[in-house]
């Protein structure tokens, strides 16, 4: 049987990540909290922002800009988007 976690993005019992996605407590932190789902979709976001934004993954702000940004997305408080992106609705 899947492990199961209550998603804070999503607010209910959802399957949950197979290992923690980080080293350390924040990565502990979102392996308790966060479902396969959201993770999924904070990727996809992710992405998006890391693209539009040309961040790159070796400057430190870059780094402490996406984390900011994955803490508002699953704490479901106003985070960035992709410029003229319009989600699916689902």
């Not at 996809?44 to 940004?69: C, F, H, P, W």
């Amino acid at each position: 049987m899947s492990r199961t976690v209550n998603c804070k993005k999503y607010g209910k019992e959802l399957p949950g990540l197979v290992v923690a996605p980080y080293p350390g407590p924040k990565g502990q932190e979102i392996y308790e909290n966060v479902s396969q789902q959201a993770w999924k979709d904070w990727q996809t976001l992710q992405v998006m922002l890391i693209n539009e934004k040309q961040l790159s993954m070796v400057n430190g702000d870059d780094r402490k800009y996406l984390q900011a940004e994955m803490d508002k997305f699953f704490n479901n408080e106003d985070h960035d988007h992709a410029e003229g992106y319009v989600p699916e609705d689902r």
